[in-house]
Structure formats: C-alpha cells, structure tokens
C-alpha cells in the first residue's frame, strides 16, 4: 500500500466545506451568545456607576433583571447548538463508515499489496477521536474565539493604550499557538502510528493464540510488547512536550497581561481616562479574554489529535478503486459455460522487473474441466485473480466470451465467474448471509440447490435455526470442512457459468469430498471448470490438464496425454497421479463413469 500523500489539513479544509451549513449554524448560534454573554460586564459597568452615582434602587434591580434574562437566553441557545453538534458528529460517523464500507468493497487488489487488511481497518476507531475533537473545537474554540474578539473589541473602546493590548494579545496568540506548537501535528502523527503497532502486536496474539501457547516463550511475547508500549511512551512524551511548551507560555502571558491591565487602568483612572465602573468591567473583559485565549491555545491538543484521526481514516478512504461501467455480459439461452482466452498474458507485481506471468496462453471451451498445476509461486492464484478482474494484467489479452475483459462491467463479470478458494472468508451473521451475501437475484430455490451440491443439508438438519444459524465471524463456531463447504455453497448459489477451485475442497472429510466433486463436475451443470489442486482425485477429472511454469504455459493435454509424455514437470507435481495412470488409467476411468452412472440413476 502506497502512504497517503494527502496533507491532514487539506482533509480538515474538505471537512469543513462539506459540514458548512451546520458550521455556519453554529457559528451564529455562538455569536448570538456572545453578544448576550456581554450583559454581564455591561451590567457590572452600569452598577458600579449606579451606585457610586448614589442613584435609588430600582436601576439595580432592572439591571439585575436584564442582565439574568440575557445569561438565560444565552442557555438555551447552547443548549440548541448542542443539538446541532451532536448531528454532526452523528453524520461525521455514518459518512466515515459508508465510505470506508464502500472502499473496501471496490479497492484494487494491488492497493493493499504488503498490508494486512482487517489491521489496516482498525483506523476506523480514529472517527471517534475525530468527532470528539470536532465537537470540542466547535463548542468551546468556536466560543472562545469570539469572546475574545468581542472582548478585545470592546477593549479598544475604552482606551487606546488598551487597544494596543489587544494586539499584544493577538501577537500572543498566534505565537502560542503556531510558534510553541511548531511540530505538534508530525509528533501526533507519530504517536498515533506507534499506538496501532500495539494493537497490531495484540491482535496478532489474538489471531495466533494457540499455535502461540503451544510454540511460543510467553515471556519474550510479553517483552515484545512491552519494547512497543515504551516506544509508544516515547512517541507520546515527545507530542506532550510540544503541549507543556503551550502551556508554559500561556501561564507566562496571562500574567503579564493580567498585571498588565492592572498597572494601565490604575493609570488610566488616575488620570481620569476611565471611570472605576469602566476599570472594573475592563478587568472583567480581561480575564474573559485571556481565559479564551487559554482555551484557543490549549486546545491545538485537541486540533491535532483532529488532523491526526482525519490522517489515519484517509489511509483506508483514499485506497485506490477498480474501474467502474463497461459492458455487461450477456446470459446465454442454452446456459452454457464461459468461453476462456489468453493470449500473450504478462503480469508482474513490481512494476514490470519481474514478470510471474510471462507471455501466458490458453483457452478454456464452454462447459470444459481444465486442471492448471504448477510448482508453489508458479502464478496460478495470480492468473485467477486476472480472470476475475481483480489484477489486471500488464500486457496480452484476457477474452471473456470473446468480450475484452477490460471493457466488461466487474459486476456483471463476477456474476458470471464464482471463486472457491482455500481462505476463511465467513463474517458475523447467519449461514443463509453468508451464502446469499445480498444477492437479491438468488432465490430460496437456488439456496436450497447449493446446499445440496455443498453436501450442507445433512449438517444443518442437526442445527436448531437451520440456515438462521448464527456464524461467528471466521467460522470459529463451525468446523473447517463445514467452513469450506459455505464457501463452496456461496460459489455456486449464483450458478455462475464459469466455476473456479482454487484448493477448494481443503479440509473437508475425504467421502464427502467425493461426493461434492462429482457434483461439481457434473456436466448437466453446464459451466465451465478451472481447477487449480494438488489433489490428484480433483485433476483426474479435468478434460485436460494445463503445466504452468517459469511464467508460460508448457504443456497441455488430458491426464492420459501427460502419463504418456512422461512429462516430468507433472511427474514431480503428482509422482503417484502420474504412476497411477501409468499402471491402470482404464480401470480409473471405468469407476469414475460407474460412479457418475449410478448418481444419475438415483436423481431420476
């Protein structure tokens, strides 16, 4: 997977124009309190001078009431924008889920080359840093800001010595903040990182935890979490440092700006430039302001905790996605399988130095079992994943159909091409999900049908709920042999019309293995088969068996042809399969027909 090179605050700048309308909401919402949060300093002024003035009573009580209807006014305003928050950060989690849910299911294989994706996903729990500190910076940032503001406003109003405090304030600001917090988002960033290498190391523990016990020294598990835990500790120290630096320098500036305005106003009514009412409401203006500028300031923690959640959530949203559109494969009238070609197939994984598919040609007819072997790393997942259209090859031809595979819509062609392959892939939720996976075209008819090519029915007749059984996620809950039978199920519920076995029948109990394959290779079925096994029972039941190696395909011919070449890539692959036909490849197939025979005899 490529790093992101999108800069966090080019995703905060997006943030914000996609929320604008709710920011602008509680932008209002804010200076509405604002003004209405002034009564107080305004009504201490007033009272001050009342009473100095030795005016009667009842000025006292108006103000006090005015002042007490403004501060509940301004109550039930953030009681509104609290309201209008909490929506945004509800939207803030449904998007961030939906898009990563989106990406997952389009990504390019090759985006995730050298990442372990269920690790990758982790990042999702970022969104909830990220609604956290948008809400805190929108409340209290928000409030802050403009308190400050107003209050410096008013500030300049009373004298123009206070005036220029106020740019000292600002000058503050923007040094507190930029200047001591210089670093602050690249140290985030960096702790964050080490943080998800703990979670990494744990869940490996997690996923590994009985080969683990059983082959592994506790202790130095324990210490290689601890070595990633003090590296986290690190990390964190470093990014604290750039926050006690901010918070140094705040407690520096609120004092000399606090003993400040008690040296100018003393001053400034000396000599007669400000009544006593004016100081005192200075003093309180003062404080509200330099307790806002603590707030801006200490809040950049929150800023960059911010950018940092938006950062890691982009590692997954900005993964690259397969083409979308194309042509849609048309569905045979007689339901016949697919017709294969490749022609001059190259592939590499590294950008063209070395080339696991080199020049790769062959052809697949409707309706024929084809067995592709080859040595461990000969490219033979690579070629189905080709197929499938989840790589696409770097040069040659793929033909489905005769259609170019790159101008066939992915969509249609992967409900024409169904993969079995040898990896857990069952998720939390009932057998029936896990078969069906939204598939609105399938029905309970062809549910029914795939459990019985799965040779599944038997096994859910044992269970309470039948196919409403609960799967754990990974299947952890049911047997290996059951496990690949789903899969299997999942395949061919969507009667696809060209079936790939890619080690599909690996741990299932070797009668039933019989069973299901002479299901699968069952010719009324009409699709075409591309076998890829090491099993010698699977590729004795191909029409013809394909050799893959060194990148080409080097020979081709049916199990007989390959006995009588005596050809030794394939003897080294099935030494006995090889021998076996040699010795007795009529009796072989006459207990095959037989088989076939008599399973036809009982469905009529």
């Known amino acids: 997977m490529t790093p992101t090179t999108i800069h966090p605050f080019i995703r905060f700048w997006r943030l914000l124009r996609v929320e604008k309308g709710d920011l602008w909401t509680i932008l209002v919402y804010t200076a509405i309190i604002g003004i209405l949060s002034l009564a107080m300093p305004l009504a201490t002024q007033a009272l001050v001078n009342t009473i100095a003035s030795g005016f009667l009573i009842q000025p006292i009580f108006t103000l ?6 403004a501060l509940l006014g301004a109550g039930l305003l953030q009681i509104g924008q609290l309201g209008v928050v909490e929506r945004l950060q509800q939207r803030v989690f449904a998007v961030t889920s939906l898009k990563m849910a989106r990406r997952l299911t389009t990504v390019k294989l090759n985006a995730l080359q050298g990442t372990y994706t269920p690790e990758l996903v982790n990042r999702f729990f970022d969104v909830l840093t990220i609604q956290k500190s948008l809400a805190k910076l929108l409340l209290d940032g928000y409030t802050s800001l403009l308190t400050a503001l107003v209050g410096m406003l008013i500030l300049g109003f009373y004298s123009p010595l206070l005036l220029l405090l106020d740019f000292v304030i600002l000058f503050a600001l923007v040094l507190l903040t930029v200047g001591l917090g210089w670093n602050g988002l690249r140290t985030s960033i960096y702790e964050s990182k080490k943080k998800y290498a703990v979670a990494d190391w744990l869940e490996d523990l997690a996923r590994c935890g009985r080969s683990l016990k059983m082959h592994g020294d506790k202790f130095w ?5 601890d070595k990633l835990s003090a590296d986290y500790l690190d990390a964190r120290e470093s990014h604290f440092r750039v926050y006690r630096r901010q918070a140094a320098g705040v407690v520096l500036f609120d004092a ?8 100018m106003g003393g001053w400034l009514v000396i000599n ?5 009412g004016q100081l005192v409401a200075a003093q309180i203006v003062v404080a509200s302001v330099l307790k806002s500028v603590e707030k801006l300031v200490m809040q ?3 800023f960059f905790d911010l950018l940092t959640g938006l950062d890691k959530v982009g590692h997954v949203t900005d993964l690259d996605e397969e083409r979308q559109g194309g042509i849609e494969l048309a569905d ?3 339901g016949k399988g697919i017709q294969l070609d490749l022609r001059g197939v190259r592939f590499s994984y590294d950008g063209g130095k070395n080339f696991i598919l080199d020049g790769v040609t062959m052809t697949i007819q409707p309706g024929e079992n084809v067995s592709l072997v080859g040595k461990s790393g000969a490219g033979k997942s690579t070629l189905v994943s080709l197929v499938c259209g989840l790589e696409e090859a770097s040069h040659g031809t793929i033909l489905i159909d005769n259609v170019e595979i790159r101008e066939i819509d992915l969509d249609s062609l992967r409900q024409h091409i169904a993969l079995v392959g040898y990896e857990n892939e069952l998720f939390d939720g009932t057998i029936e999900e896990n078969i069906v996976c939204g598939r609105s075209w399938i029905t309970r008819e062809d549910l029914r049908w795939a459990l019985d090519v799965a040779h599944l029915t038997e096994d859910l007749d044992l269970l309470p709920a039948g196919t409403a059984t609960t799967v754990v996620s ?3 809950n049911l047997s290996r042999g059951q496990v690949q039978r789903i899969l299997i199920a999942r395949a061919v519920a969507g009667r696809p019309r060209l079936l790939i076995l890619d080690e599909a029948i690996t741990g299932i109990d070797e009668n ?5 394959l002479d299901d699968l290779f069952d010719p009324n079925h009409g699709w075409s088969i591309l076998d890829i096994s090491h099993m010698s029972d699977v590729v004795m039941r191909s029409d013809r068996i394909l050799l893959l190696q060194g990148g080409k395909i080097e020979d081709c011919g049916s199990p007989r042809d390959f006995s009588k070449k005596m050809n030794p890539g394939f003897s080294d692959l099935f030494p006995i399969l090889a021998r076996q036909i040699r010795e007795d490849w009529v009796r072989w197939r006459e207990m095959l027909d037989k088989r076939q025979n008599n399973r036809g005899g009982k469905k009529s």
């Open 64 to 69: 006090t009431l005015m002042a007490g209807a």
């Open 221 to 225: 598990l324990v210490r290689r979490a």
């Open 256 to 263: 000399f700006a606090t003993a400040s305005v008690l040296a």
């Open 272 to 276: 007669g430039q400000l009544t006593l």
């Open 300 to 302: 950049s923690d929150q």
């Open 332 to 334: 045979p009238q007689d």
């Open 474 to 476: 990974g299947g952890v």
């Open 512 to 516: 039933v293995t019989e069973l299901i």
